[in-house]
């Protein structure tokens, strides 16, 4: 089995497991999972192609859609949301 594969896995699981702490606490290992997403997508296009990578980030872009569309208002539109 690919390293890929199986860090991705892990990742998979270990968002699984931040989703399951108390809002107050998701959001440190939250902001790792956020910047390692797009790193194991690149490197699972780079192994299997671009069809798994694309895949991966429609996976990726649902799961962190809220904090996206936050950090998207907030970094290119200059919206503050309260």
Do not use: H
Not at 5 to 10: R, Y
Not at 69 to 81: Q, T
């Amino acid at each position: 089995m690919q390293l890929s594969v199986v860090f991705s896995a892990l990742w998979v699981i270990c968002a699984t497991i931040v989703a399951m702490l108390p809002m107050r606490l998701q959001f440190p290992p939250g902001i790792i999972l956020l910047i390692c997403a797009p790193m194991l997508i690149i490197w699972l296009g780079f192994d299997f192609g671009w069809i798994i990578s694309a895949l991966a980030f429609a996976a990726f872009a649902s799961m962190f859609r809220n904090p996206l569309r936050y950090y998207w208002r907030k970094w290119v539109r200059g919206e503050v949301m309260e």
